[in-house]
């Protein structure tokens, strides 16, 4: 069984700086993979950020020069700084991690619960 644990997110005024972390749990064998996702209410869930092993990066186009993912994959570990936040980026962040376990060698996605970012203008 994997989890993963968001943390970090909470309310912050229009400007603000927020990191989320996020640390996966479990059998793990190893990691491909992380991401953080975000889905604001009535709206779909979008790609804000994700890294790979190889440390290959991609942003989504509305977070672009703003937030910045590093991951410390010896730890199961993923982080995003958030800076220069707006109130549009209020949402709830999920992070996603592709990955194999001892039992499951096939890579597989797993999500954690998400934890909320809320700013205020």
């Known amino acids: 069984q994997v989890q993963l644990v968001e943390s970090g997110g909470g309310s912050v005024q229009s400007g603000g700086s927020l990191r989320l972390s996020c640390v996966a749990s479990g059998e793990i064998l190893s990691i491909s993979v992380m991401d953080w996702y975000r889905q604001a209410p009535g709206k779909q869930r979008e790609l804000v950020a994700s890294i790979n092993e190889l440390g290959n990066i991609n942003y989504g186009e509305s977070v672009k020069g703003r937030v910045a993912i590093s991951k410390d994959f010896a730890k199961n570990a993923v982080f995003l700084q958030m800076n220069s936040l707006k109130s549009e980026d209020t949402a709830v962040y999920y992070c996603?991690?592709?990955?194999?376990?001892?039992?499951?060698?096939?890579?597989?996605?797993?999500w954690g619960q998400g934890t909320q970012v809320t700013v205020s203008s």
């Open positions: 996603r991690a592709t990955l194999k376990t001892h039992m499951v060698q096939r890579a597989q996605s797993y």
